[in-house]
């Protein structure tokens, strides 16, 4: 009989490490909120690009929800570049 694994997740399912997961969850989220407010605000790409500070395929790869390509120092500099501040908020894991 086959196991099934069970994950709170696709993160934790796709990642090593809770860390790794964690990061991925945070980069993933901050990406949502940008991709939100250039949806809410009707930028094209172009416009969106140019207030972030980006390129347009760099927008592209972000509505796209290409997590593996921004790092968290990049979607906070994007945030800040369209009068956004990233809040960070700690909060305690479930253990399992």
Do not use: A, L
């Given at each position: 009989m086959t196991t099934i694994d069970q994950y709170s997740s696709v993160w934790d399912a796709i990642s090593d490490t809770p860390e790794q997961a964690a990061n991925l969850r945070a980069r993933s989220e901050i990406?949502?909120?940008?991709?939100?407010i250039i949806k809410e605000k009707g930028w094209t790409q172009t416009e969106a690009a140019a207030r972030c500070g980006v390129t347009q395929p760099r927008v592209n790869d972000l509505l796209r929800g290409?997590?593996?390509r921004f790092s968290l120092d990049a979607l906070v500099n994007m945030s800040t570049a369209i009068g956004r501040r990233v809040h960070i908020e700690l909060e305690e894991m479930e253990v399992a």
């Open positions: 990406m949502q909120k940008i991709s939100d290409r997590v593996s």
